[in-house]
T-cell receptor, first 112, second 109 residues
Framework: KAGVTQTPRYLIKTRGQQVTLSCSPI?????VSWYQQTPGQGLQFLFEYFSETQRNKGNFPGRFSGRQFSNSRSEMNVSTLELGDSALYLCASSFTGMDTQYFGPGTRLTVL | KNQVEQSPQSLIILEGKNCTLQ??????????LRWYKQDTGRGPVSLTI?????NTKSNGRYTATLDADTKQSSLHITASQLSDSASYICVVSAVDMRFGAGTRLTVKP
């Protein structure tokens, strides 16, 4: 079966802009989680959506938001981009959120 | 201070040898502890998931152990292969997920 897909794979933005990233989970998976990965901070949890509801949230400012659609696809939005938002953004899907997660390849965001 | 500490930070071993990676955590209570493998430039791959009541979980040559009393977990890799070269990340799930900084493993021929 098809894996987790993320679009776009690479993105370059300038400070102050906003960006929307997309994640399509594995068919049948209802949980989608988002993570930020940087060399300095490592992997950090952003939020988790399950059946269109945000179920958990990490310690990120309100500029980071997300949503999940009825088909379980999820989007993540970052507004008023800062240089420090440059990172690899990963999404992962699973059936329940408590079982094995499958990660997508990530979206590499560069903020100039 | 990070609530999930991994050691060593990096490790180099010869192909065919065994190794053990450590994860100490202070997150409490927690629902599960996971080990992931991440190849450079790729997303993490789940190796094991253990609830607080489980002591050990295996996935092929990978065996994870958990001691909830001492708040320690280890990942043992048996008969290492060149393809085991990657970062190994320990994650503790509570209200949110807390990640270790990872151990960078290099397997040399």
């Amino acid at each position: 079966k098809a894996g987790v897909t993320q679009t776009p794979r690479y993105l370059i933005k300038t400070r102050g802009q906003q960006v929307t990233l997309s994640c399509s989970p594995i068919s049948g998976h209802r949980s989608v989680s988002w993570y930020q990965q940087t060399p300095g901070q490592g992997l950090q949890f952003l939020f988790e959506y399950f059946s269109e509801t945000q179920r958990n949230k990490g310690n990120f400012p309100g500029r980071f938001s997300g949503r999940q659609f009825s088909n379980s696809r999820s989007e993540m939005n970052v507004s008023t981009l800062e240089l420090g938002d440059s990172a690899l953004y990963l999404c992962a899907s699973s059936f329940t959120g408590m079982d094995t997660q499958y990660f997508g390849p990530g979206t590499r965001l560069t903020v100039l | 201070k990070n609530q999930v500490e991994q050691s060593p930070q990096s490790l180099i071993i010869l192909e065919g040898k065994n190794c053990t990676l450590q994860c100490n955590y202070t997150v409490s209570p927690f629902s599960n502890l996971r080990w992931y493998k991440q190849d450079t430039g790729r997303g993490p791959v789940s190796l094991t998931i253990m609830t607080f009541s489980e002591n050990t979980k295996s996935n092929g040559r990978y065996t994870a152990t958990l001691d909830a009393d001492t708040k320690q977990s280890s990942l043992h890799i048996t008969a290492s292969q060149l393809s085991d070269s990657a970062s190994y990340i320990c994650v503790v799930s509570a209200v949110d997920m807390r990640f270790g900084a990872g151990t960078r493993l290099t397997v040399k021929p």
